[in-house]
């Protein structure tokens, strides 16, 4: 039975191109369904199903009051509102299977916004102007497939027809394709490793797979911490290992491996089981030596190159605070059982006994910090252990299995 595609554009000032799209997703043999996010008016190249009206009257907006305001930037705002809204009504009336958008980088925006809203395994493809550069601002932590239109969204060529049929094909591929059905239904719990925490979060995999639990690990690499989070906030998982929080010292350093401020939001906001491990935030990562920002090389800060295109920046004194401050309020708005395990010995292997981004004096201000400005009744322990100690491992499965009992209660 063929499914149906949801195609999602600006249809006012891309009309010709949609209709092109729209035309090689029915030539494939499957159905369409059309929203307008187009502020100035729509087309009559094809049958629109959503005009504009309508998603902004999911955001509970009127059309008209936004085009008299003759802004276009307020009203791009507005439907950045109002196209999640409906988009997620429809997909959970069945109104769609997978959805593709197409469009510059405003329009690109929007349309993001609204796949966004769906959940993770939705098809969903985004043919932008801006999908060569980074991306992470439109994708944020969602299964969304961006594709360089190469010309701009602004008409039919030679080129920009052979990128929209393949477009086409690639979102009508994806609907077509069904994923293999799990075979084991066990409960989730997520994981946030880096590369200076990885035995100690492979020690906790392998222990809590051998208690009934499968084990989802993320790379802290702020595009992992930005997955692991919407996977959370789609309601997926049991419980939260976050072992690995570095995410956080990029977020106050600049760095390039920056969550965001929402990073250990969605587990408290949940009211899921989450344990925090003040993992790798004895770092900040730059990219080659040449990308630090001079403030830190005038500063003669301490760092380490990891990699020929990473170089890490151990985080001082008064960045740790901020961040022992950051995890205790994160910690007070939880929802859900919290707790906090704190490796006494070095937060991540540099941050050992004798190497070369030991500095007990930052650790403690961090964890100092987080103690005294928790709210009474979330544990706090504090072990004479390293993170990748396997003691410390063993400890962390027991406190996240603990935290699991106390929501089962």
Known sequence: MPKTICIIGAFDTKGEDHAFLRQEILKLGWHVLTINIGVLGTTTLFPVDFEAREVLKAAGIDLADIRAQGDKAAAMKTFDQGAPQL???L???????GIIGMGGSGGSAIIASAMRALPIGVPKVL???VASGDVSFYVRGKDITMIPSIVDVAGLNRVSRLIYARAAGAICGMVQSEPPQAREDRP???ASMFGNTTDCVNACVKALDDHGFEVLVFHATGTGGRAMETLVADGLVEGVLDITTTEW???????????GPERLDAPGQRGIPHLIVPGCVDMANFGAPSTVPEKFRQAKRLFYEWNPSVTLMRTNVDENRQMGEIFAKKANA??????????LRGVSMLDGDGQPFCDREADRAMFDAIKANLKPGIPVLEVDLNINDPAFAAKAVEMMEELIGQTKK
């Open 334 to 343: 939880a929802t859900g059982p919290v707790a906090f395990l704190i490796p």
């Open 188 to 190: 989730i719990i997520t």
């Open 91 to 97: 997909y959970e009336q069945g109104k769609f299977d």
């Open 127 to 129: 043919v932008s102007t």
């Open 249 to 259: 010292a990029d977020e106050l350093c600049q760095g390039v491996f920056s969550a």
């Open 87 to 89: 988009v997620r009504r």
